[in-house]
């Protein structure tokens, strides 16, 4: 279990699902997403795409991008690649709502309160992905 959190780790589950699919070390490896609402906003390094597809990632697996190098871009990205995605607060973007319903083989835990007060939400949902 991978769980990745935030924009700035949104490159993660990519390069986990591609990249690094056959590794034995990742290969079995169940990749979570947690989309926050209250992250940074602006622009990624226009030159991102180009990295990425000198690390093969390229053509129709960069399509969660839709041509923009922002973290929201990036937040799909992580979307589509993980196995599962944790809403982390109320406010996530209608927009970003809108692409993990496109996903429909996605396991979502919608966000159930903070992590402190709900925490066996949190297990269940762990849990979920090792049975």
Same mark, same amino acid.
Request: a positive charge.
């Given at each position: 279990m991978i769980h990745c $959190?935030?924009?700035f780790s949104a490159l993660a589950p990519v390069y986990l699902k591609t990249a690094?699919? +056959?590794d034995p070390y990742f290969e079995r490896a169940k990749?979570?997403?947690s989309v *926050?609402? +209250?992250e940074e906003e602006g622009e990624i390094g226009e030159d991102l795409i180009k990295k990425l597809e000198f690390d093969k990632i390229t053509g129709d697996l960069l399509d969660p991008l839709q041509g923009e190098v922002t973290p *929201?871009? $990036? &937040? &799909?990205?992580?979307i589509h690649y993980s196995d599962g995605v944790i809403l982390g607060q109320e406010s996530v973007s209608p927009e970003l709502i809108e692409y993990l319903r496109s996903e429909p083989d996605h396991k979502v835990l919608e966000y159930p309160g903070p992590a402190v007060d709900h925490a066996e939400a949190y297990v269940d949902f762990y849990r979920s992905f090792t049975e």
């Open positions: $959190l935030g924009w690094y699919k +056959n990749v979570l997403f *926050d609402g +209250n *929201d871009a $990036l &937040r &799909r990205m992580a």
